[in-house]
T-cell receptor, first 116, second 114 residues
Framework: TQLLEQSPQFLSIQEGENLTVYCNSSSVFSSLQWYRQEPGEGPVLLVT?????EVKKLKRLTFQFGDARKDSSLHITAAQPGDTGLYLC????????????????FGKGTKLSVIP | ETGVTQTPRHLVMGMTNKKSLKCEQH?????MYWYKQSAKKPLELMFV???????ENNSVPSRFSPECPNSSHLFLHLHTLQPEDSALYLC?????????????FGPGTRLLVL
């Protein structure tokens, strides 16, 4: 069973601070996706990383996929109240292995609160 | 309407009720999914449909019964649920049902079973 551990579980910071959240596994993934979920809504895709060592930037958000494709990080610069939400990472299986291969493995998420 | 829509957004039901959740996607996708999101747990995949055919059922109790009449619509029929079934039920769709496909989620139905 592939598991994704996200840390920290909860994070409360002041507006303008920087932060990093992590997504770790002992399994290798073919790709990894980051979603943000706001209260009362479904998750919204932020980015997909595919290549080991890949870095992608989305405005103040920087995503990195580990060299071994087992882990990823999300760094937010100068956090704003609009960044508040649940950040989920989800890994796609490396190879087809029968039932369950369609599944994305989700972490439990990091709940971020940015205080004005 | 664009994206993935779900109705109702909130539902309260007793354990003997029968209700249905509805999902509709306006993205022209061929794959649709039901997920369960409970507090302090990762998203749990329940069912996967590809071109109206169920391709995966993750050992979900029979009190949950999915239906996919066409590639744009997905239902989850609920019958004699338990309080522990209270959760956010999310529908998602993707272009195809391949691994790693980007999934687009609806807003969810918040279900409370009394």
């Amino acid at each position: 069973t592939q598991l994704l551990e996200q840390s920290p579980q909860f994070l409360s910071i002041q507006e303008g601070e920087n932060l990093t959240v992590y997504c770790n596994s002992s399994s290798v993934f073919s790709s990894l996706q980051w979603y943000r979920q706001e209260p009362g809504e479904g998750p919204v895709l932020l980015v997909t990383v595919v290549t080991g060592g890949e870095v992608k930037k989305l405005k103040r958000l920087t995503f990195q996929f580990g060299d071994a494709r087992k882990d990823s990080s999300l760094h937010i610069t100068a956090a704003q109240p609009g960044d508040t939400g649940l950040y989920l990472c989800a890994g796609a299986p490396r190879s087809y292995s029968g039932a369950g291969s369609y599944q994305l493995t989700f972490g439990k998420g990091t709940k971020l609160s940015v205080i004005p | 309407e664009t994206g993935v829509t779900q109705t109702p957004r909130h539902l309260v039901m007793g354990m003997t009720n029968k209700k249905s959740l509805k999902c509709e996607q306006h993205l022209g996708h061929n794959a649709m999914y039901w997920y369960k999101q409970s507090a302090k747990k990762p998203l749990e995949l329940m069912f996967v449909y590809s071109l109206e055919e169920r391709v995966e059922n993750n050992s979900v109790p029979s009190r949950f019964s999915p239906e996919c009449p066409n590639s744009s619509h997905l239902f989850l029929h609920l019958h004699t649920l338990q309080p522990e079934d209270s959760a956010l039920y999310l529908c998602a769709s993707s272009q195809e049902v391949h691994r790693g496909e980007t999934q687009y989620f609806g807003p969810g139905t918040r279900l409370l079973v009394l």
